[in-house]
């Protein structure tokens, strides 16, 4: 064999590899009701949850638990799942922006369940984009 041959087919061996490991580490996106389950099962891996915050009548946000000059690590917050559950949100690594957390119209988290709570390791936030199309009244 020729040593480009040999070189083509360690790169392949090495792209398979790191498919099927990054393949392992992937979670999957659930409900909060599913989520819970596979803890209960004793399933360590963490799943992903998208939801809104919870608003009261008038729209504003209810149920957030923050206090930076108390405890700036700590975040919790109500979230509404995309089977409309509601459940409560605990986070030790808050986002570096509240305001864009409040005005974000989806939430992802990243994380699993302890007890009745859902503990995100991480939160992706889907705000409102200002570069979707308006349309013009004729």
Same mark, same amino acid.
Request: proline share 4%.
């Given at each position: 064999?020729?040593?480009?041959? $040999?070189?083509?087919?360690?790169?392949?061996?090495?792209?398979?590899?790191?498919?099927?490991?990054?393949?392992?580490?992937?979670?999957?996106?659930?409900?909060?009701?599913?989520?819970?389950?596979?803890?209960?099962?004793?399933?360590?891996?963490?799943?992903?949850?998208?939801?809104?915050?919870?608003?009261?009548?008038?729209?504003?946000? $209810?149920?957030?638990?923050?206090?930076?000059?108390?405890?700036?690590?700590?975040?919790?917050?109500?979230?509404?799942?995309?089977?409309?559950?509601?459940?409560?949100?605990?986070?030790?690594?808050?986002?570096?922006?509240?305001?864009?957390?409040?005005?974000?119209?989806?939430?992802? $988290? $990243?994380?699993?369940?302890?007890?009745?709570?859902?503990?995100?390791?991480?939160?992706?936030?889907?705000?409102?984009?200002?570069?979707?199309?308006?349309?013009?009244?004729?």
């Amino acid at each position: 064999m020729k040593k480009s041959h $040999i070189f083509i087919l360690v790169v392949i061996a090495a792209a398979i590899g790191v498919i099927i490991t990054s393949a392992g580490d992937a979670s999957q996106y659930v409900t909060y009701q599913q989520a819970l389950a596979l803890a209960q099962k004793g399933e360590d891996s963490k799943v992903h949850v998208v939801g809104e915050l919870t608003k009261n009548e008038q729209g504003e946000i $209810i149920g957030v638990e923050y206090d930076p000059l108390k405890d700036p690590n700590f975040l919790a917050f109500n979230l509404i799942d995309e089977s409309k559950q509601v459940f409560r949100v605990v986070c030790y690594n808050p986002p570096p922006s509240m305001q864009d957390f409040k005005k974000s119209e989806k939430i992802v $988290i $990243i994380g699993k369940c302890k007890g009745e709570n859902f503990v995100a390791s991480e939160i992706l936030m889907k705000c409102p984009s200002k570069y979707e199309e308006t349309k013009i009244k004729s």
